[in-house]
């Protein structure tokens, strides 16, 4: 690829990244009450409090607002009963929300630590050293995760809070992310065609297995929390599609590298071993293809193991039978979650290794 289309991709997709914030910034207002970022300056109090019979750190203090006003206010923590009491310390960056009741009175209220410095460090460290060890593909893949979050950002959540279909629109916006992604970091060559082609038919195949075992499983979507309170707020929203539209979001991030890598070995093994009949292409690509999904299949397991592990820890502490306790949603959400998306990975390595080794077949 030359340096002018280079150019032109990260032109493109800079535009878009720009169109992304601001759609960003437009969701994510909130005009009930006001957000303002302090740092403690001092403790003016600290003590051990009762709070309705139960003992907990309580301080006083005293906040030097720095954006978007300025001033030093007192803040109390821990004056209220609360499951996590967080102990500041002068120096630390929070944010506090500015609260005004019925009768107009203020209160300044601590909701949270200011993390985007350390965030910003952390990407910064990110992008150099994939831009230092990758290079140009380095650099292409970061611009293709830009555009996947800037479609995300900017059609999919915009939509499924608009009411529309969540798995055409899971669906739409995969057909659109993959081509996109996968020649932006992979290049325009029949090793990333073949890749894509193989991610969308796993990809069809992930959203109707998730359709269907939803519907035996009588899932609703709302089994956790956030979910409830989402319907809630939002009376249009069709939960169940929502959930199905993230099991097909959640197995495109993992279709990329699986597709890429098998095409890459039926692409290797056709230009060094000279293997001309397709069943031999397949058959040899599919040895490494295996391993690739028992790899894999573990490393899913482990995955999600890191994610749910306060959903495991309620599962081994249950005094209900393991058959009784994997019919709760919850639990049977995550299970079906789970295998639905990890079958629709298994069949990619096969899908990708047909597909490849009949496009080189002579």
């Not at 479609?151 to 629109?169: E, K, M, Q, S, T």
């Not at 739409?172 to 993959?178: D, Q, R, T």
Request: aromatic share 8%; glycine share 8%.
């Amino acid at each position: 690829m030359s340096i002018f289309k280079k150019t032109g991709f990260i032109f493109l997709v800079t535009l878009l990244s720009l169109g992304f914030c601001t759609q960003v910034k437009a969701i994510g207002g909130d005009e009930k009450n006001q957000t303002l970022e302090a740092e403690i300056v001092k403790i003016v109090e600290e003590k051990e409090t009762d709070v309705m019979g139960t003992k907990q750190l309580y301080q006083r203090l005293e906040l030097e607002l720095t954006s978007p006003n300025f001033g030093n206010i007192i803040v109390e923590n821990g004056n209220q009963p609360l499951v996590n009491i967080v102990e500041y310390k002068a120096g630390d960056k929070v944010l506090v929300e500015l609260t005004t009741d019925l009768d107009g009175g203020q209160e300044y209220i601590i909701i949270d630590f200011i993390r985007k410095d350390s965030l910003i460090l952390l990407s910064i460290i990110f992008v150099i050293l994939l831009v230092v060890v990758a290079k140009w593909k380095g650099l292409f893949s970061l611009l293709g995760m830009i555009f996947t979050f800037f479609i995300v950002f900017v059609f999919v959540l915009p939509r499924l809070l608009a009411g529309d279909n969540p798995i055409l629109i899971a669906v739409g916006a995969s057909l659109v992310i993959i081509p996109v992604s996968f020649y932006l970091a992979h290049g325009f060559n029949k090793k990333t065609t073949i890749a894509i082609i193989s991610s969308i038919i796993s990809l069809i195949i992930t959203a109707a297995l998730a359709s269907i075992f939803s519907q035996i499983g009588h899932l609703t979507g709302l089994s956790s929390e956030e979910a409830g309170m989402l319907s809630i707020d939002q009376g249009n929203l069709n939960m169940k599609g929502i959930l199905l539209a993230g099991i097909v979001i959640g197995a495109l991030g993992v279709l990329d590298d699986i597709t890429i890598s098998q095409a890459a070995i039926v692409d290797e093994l056709a230009k060094t071993a000279n293997l001309t009949k397709a069943k031999d292409l397949y058959t040899r690509s599919m040895v490494i293809g295996k391993d690739h999904i028992t790899s894999m299949v573990n490393t899913l397991v482990l995955a999600y193991a890191g994610a749910s592990l306060p959903l495991l820890l309620i599962f081994t502490n249950n005094p209900h039978p393991f058959l009784e306790i994997i019919n709760y949603e919850l639990i049977a959400e995550e299970i079906i979650r789970t295998l639905v998306g990890s079958i629709g990975l298994i069949l990619a390595v096969p899908i990708t290794t047909m597909i490849a080794a009949n496009s080189y077949k002579k």
